[in-house]
C-alpha cells in the first residue's frame, strides 16, 4: 500500500505537520512519498492508495500551490481515499474549531473534490511574532495580539497551538485506512 502526501506551507508549520504523518504513517508500515506542492505540475497519482493534501491558512486562505493541486487532480482524485488536512489559528479556540472546520476543510473538499474526503485534520497553528508577514498581516496581527494579551498570553513569543498527538493519531488513522 502507498499513499501520498502533498503539502503547500508558507512558514514551515504544515511542512511539519505533513513529514510527522509521513513518520507515523511509515512506522505503520505504509510506503509514503512526501511532496512540496510548489512546483508540482503534471503529477501522477495513480500509483497511491491514499492521497493527503494540506495547506498552512494565512489570512484565511490555503496556498495558492495546494490548492492548484486538488484542483488539477478532481478527477484523478475521484477513486482515491482522500483526506485534507489544515494547520490555522481557527484550531486553537475552541470557539472556532467548527467554524474553521467548514470553512477551510468541508468547503475546500466539496468546491475540489469529486468525492468525499476519508478524512478531515484541522490542526493548531504557530503564531511567531518573528516571522516575516505582509502588511495586511501585520494590521490584522494588531487584532491577534490584543485577544493575546486579554488572555494572558505573551504576544511577544513564540506559541506552538499544535497537537502534536492529536496529528500522530490521525495519521495513525489514515495508516489503518490504507491498510483496509
Same mark, same amino acid.
Given at each position: 500500500?502507498?499513499?501520498?502526501?502533498?503539502?503547500?506551507?508558507?512558514?514551515?508549520?504544515?511542512? &511539519?505537520?505533513?513529514? %510527522?504523518? $509521513?513518520?507515523?504513517?511509515?512506522?505503520? #508500515?505504509?510506503? !509514503?512519498? =512526501?511532496?512540496?506542492?510548489?512546483?508540482?505540475?503534471?503529477?501522477?497519482?495513480?500509483?497511491?492508495?491514499?492521497?493527503?493534501?494540506?495547506?498552512?491558512?494565512?489570512?484565511?486562505?490555503?496556498?495558492?500551490?495546494?490548492?492548484?493541486?486538488?484542483?488539477?487532480?478532481?478527477?484523478?482524485?475521484?477513486?482515491?481515499?482522500?483526506?485534507?488536512?489544515?494547520?490555522?489559528?481557527?484550531?486553537?479556540?475552541?470557539?472556532?474549531?467548527?467554524?474553521?472546520? &467548514?470553512?477551510?476543510? %468541508?468547503? $475546500?473538499?466539496?468546491?475540489?473534490?469529486? #468525492?468525499?474526503? !476519508?478524512? =478531515?485534520?484541522?490542526?493548531?497553528?504557530?503564531?511567531?511574532?518573528?516571522?516575516?508577514?505582509?502588511?495586511?498581516?501585520?494590521?490584522?496581527?494588531?487584532?491577534?495580539?490584543?485577544?493575546?494579551?486579554?488572555?494572558?498570553?505573551?504576544?511577544?513569543?513564540?506559541?506552538?497551538?499544535?497537537?502534536?498527538?492529536?496529528?500522530?493519531?490521525?495519521?495513525?488513522?489514515?495508516?489503518?485506512?490504507?491498510?483496509?
Amino acid at each position: 500500500m502507498k499513499a501520498l502526501i502533498v503539502y503547500g506551507t508558507r512558514y514551515g508549520t504544515a511542512a &511539519e505537520i505533513a513529514e %510527522e504523518i $509521513v513518520k507515523i504513517m511509515e512506522s505503520e #508500515g505504509i510506503e !509514503v512519498d =512526501l511532496a512540496d506542492s510548489k512546483g508540482l505540475k503534471d503529477f501522477d497519482v495513480s500509483p497511491y492508495n491514499l492521497v493527503v493534501v494540506g495547506s498552512g491558512i494565512k489570512m484565511g486562505k490555503w496556498t495558492k500551490n495546494s490548492l492548484k493541486f486538488l484542483k488539477d487532480n478532481k478527477f484523478a482524485l475521484a477513486d482515491k481515499k482522500v483526506a485534507l488536512f489544515v494547520s490555522c489559528g481557527a484550531a486553537n479556540d475552541e470557539k472556532t474549531v467548527d467554524e474553521g472546520r &467548514e470553512k477551510y476543510l %468541508e468547503n $475546500v473538499a466539496a468546491e475540489n473534490l469529486a #468525492g468525499k474526503p !476519508v478524512a =478531515l485534520g484541522l490542526f493548531g497553528s504557530v503564531y511567531d511574532p518573528d516571522a516575516k508577514h505582509g502588511l495586511l498581516f501585520k494590521l490584522t496581527n494588531r487584532f491577534i495580539k490584543k485577544e493575546m494579551e486579554k488572555q494572558g498570553i505573551d504576544n511577544n513569543k513564540l506559541h506552538d497551538y499544535r497537537d502534536w498527538e492529536e496529528i500522530r493519531a490521525w495519521a495513525r488513522g489514515l495508516a489503518e485506512m490504507v491498510n483496509q
